[in-house]
């Protein structure tokens, strides 16, 4: 992505989140949680979030009510504290990792990952498939402002975690063509939950085709923190 996010696919077990491997290619398994099928239909308004968001930069852990989840480490940079990052999260901690450095001769193009509570105009209440795909619509038009995508493969899970009201994955990849980035796709994985007390969380990774080894074995540490 330009110099910007990342995600892997979800199953929960005992509260831990465990990301299923929904493409047959891709290495990364994210957390598991049980597959129940399609969402039901919501209203299309936000609600406002109820769980305070809390993120100790020397742990890198995260914590959103019963939702917790330690970032990646070396060679992710971390951000040093949350903050809002519209239009898709109120607020949220990043992590990037550089996959092709100055592909344009000042900016890198990157792995990225986004956590935290998600903006209100991108929650479809009761919808945790809808509101997925807003957050991709935002990513692939926001995180991506300057490059043309292509969406391939994604369908929206519902899944089930013991601590959330609504849970889905989404998983696939968004294809480009960029001038001396020498990846073709970003590896796309997102995670939406409501939980219990109405705040909505969001957890999305952008892993371009040529991350290296290092970069993909950092966020699988990560993804396997995760618990809800």
């Known amino acids: 992505m330009a110099a910007a996010a990342a995600v892997a696919a979800v199953v929960v077990v005992g509260g831990v989140v465990v990301l299923g491997n929904r493409a047959p290619a891709d290495p990364i398994a994210l957390?598991?949680?049980?597959?129940?099928?399609?969402?039901?239909?919501?209203?299309?308004?936000?609600?406002?979030?109820?769980?305070?968001?809390t993120y100790?930069?020397?742990?890198?852990?995260?914590?959103?009510?019963?939702?917790?989840?330690?970032?990646?480490?070396?060679?992710?940079?971390?951000?040093s504290?949350?903050?809002?990052?519209?239009?898709?999260?109120?607020?949220?901690?990043?992590?990037?990792?550089?996959?092709?450095?100055?592909?344009?001769?000042?900016?890198?193009?990157?792995?990225?990952?986004?956590?935290?509570?998600?903006?209100p105009s991108v929650v479809v209440d009761g919808?945790?498939?809808?509101?997925?795909?807003?957050?991709?619509?935002?990513?692939?038009?926001?995180?991506?402002?300057d490059v043309t995508v292509t969406k391939q493969g994604f369908t929206p899970k519902k899944v089930t975690t013991p601590n959330a009201k609504a849970a889905a994955i989404?998983?696939?990849?968004?294809?480009?063509?960029?001038?001396n980035v020498p990846s073709r796709y970003d590896q796309v994985s997102m995670?939406?939950?409501?939980?219990?007390?109405?705040?909505?969380?969001?957890w999305v990774s952008t892993r371009p085709e040529k991350a290296s080894a290092k970069v993909k074995a950092s966020l699988q540490t990560s993804i396997d923190t995760i618990r809800s």
């Not at 949680?33 to 968001?53: D, F, K, L, V, Y």
């Not at 989404?170 to 001038?179: D, E, I, P, S, T």
């Open 31 to 53: 957390p598991p949680m049980t597959e129940t099928g399609s969402s039901p239909s919501g209203s299309a308004s936000g609600t406002a979030a109820a769980s305070p968001a």
């Open 170 to 179: 989404l998983q696939g990849r968004l294809a480009y063509r960029v001038k």
């Open 191 to 202: 995670l939406v939950l409501e939980l219990d007390d109405g705040t909505w969380v969001g």
């Open 127 to 145: 919808d945790a498939d809808a509101t997925a795909d807003k957050l991709l619509d935002g990513l692939a038009e926001f995180a991506f402002a």
């Open 81 to 119: 504290a949350l903050a809002p990052t519209p239009p898709l999260f109120s607020t949220a901690v990043e992590a990037q990792a550089v996959v092709t450095p100055k592909y344009d001769g000042s900016a890198d193009w990157t792995a990225g990952l986004l956590v935290g509570v998600l903006d």
């Open 56 to 79: 100790d930069a020397r742990s890198r852990l995260l914590s959103i009510g019963t939702f917790s989840t330690t970032l990646p480490g070396s060679p992710y940079v971390t951000s």
